[in-house]
């Protein structure tokens, strides 16, 4: 029996639920893996280590042979991607240095509760710890979904599965939680938007991309109008945006 053999989306799902439960390093040194750095299982706007998920999930379906150790992964982490998608799921990746801060600022704020937004020496921190916070605001993207038709604000892309509420004020409690400093981001744009390596210019409601990425494939995005909610009340504030747009620095 080989790792090919998985497929039951309901015993990565239950690999899912245990990670959640014993929480990822307990969950990694559990099946015996080390942190994923390139390729992470995302469900329901939350990334998990892929090969340690499907190392647990093959005990879970087959259960007299138990899980499978990472030195039984032959075909390395793109073979499970591949795996994992014909099951339906979506893996993300590769996306290195950035994936690895924003799981170790999810921990930390799991066991904080919450961070300080006016604390300026630790910026970088908070602002990963803001990327986390933003996932559990389940109404705030439920309502977002509803006013852009379930379509990300800049690329129309479709798949709930990453699409994100995005706050453009940062999130500091529910009062945050408006339509208007709201919109609807797929994963990747919603984590430059927080870094500030992308915005929206108010006057003309179009896209603006970091020069540093203009030379990658986000550069197709520079100056791109952005897509906006047929009811006026669901539309972004356009002072938020300026707020934001002033703060990254991108205004000419």
Request: glycine share 8%; hydrophobic share 40%; charged share 25%.
């Amino acid at each position: 029996m080989t790792f090919a053999n998985v497929n039951d989306p309901d015993a990565v799902r239950r690999a899912v639920q245990e990670f959640d439960e014993l929480v990822r390093d307990a969950f990694l040194q559990k099946y015996g893996f080390g942190r994923a750095r390139d390729y992470f299982l995302l469900v329901e706007g939350k990334r998990y280590d892929s090969k340690a998920i499907f190392g647990a999930a093959h005990g879970y379906q087959f259960p007299d042979l138990g899980p499978l150790h990472w030195k039984q992964f032959s075909g390395g982490a793109l073979t499970v991607e591949r795996l994992l998608e014909r099951m339906g799921f979506v893996v993300v990746g590769p996306r290195r240095a950035l994936d690895e801060d924003l799981t170790i600022a999810r921990e930390e704020v799991e066991r904080s509760g919450g961070f300080d937004p006016h604390d300026i020496e630790d910026a970088r921190k908070r602002t990963f710890a803001a990327i986390v916070m933003r996932q559990g605001q389940s109404l705030f993207r439920r309502e977002l979904l509803r006013a852009y038709q379930g379509r990300c604000a800049i690329t129309a892309c479709d798949v709930t599965e990453v699409l994100e509420a995005a706050h453009i004020i940062p999130y500091q409690g529910t009062q945050t939680n408006h339509m208007s400093n709201g919109l609807l981001l797929r994963a990747d744009l919603h984590t430059l938007f927080d870094l500030g390596l992308l915005a929206i210019a108010p006057s003309s409601s179009t896209v603006v991309i970091a020069p540093s990425l203009r030379m990658t494939h986000y550069g197709s995005l520079h100056g791109q109008s952005l897509w906006l909610p047929a009811s006026t009340k669901d539309r972004p504030s356009g002072e938020a945006l300026s707020v934001h747009y002033l703060k990254t620095g991108l205004a000419p």
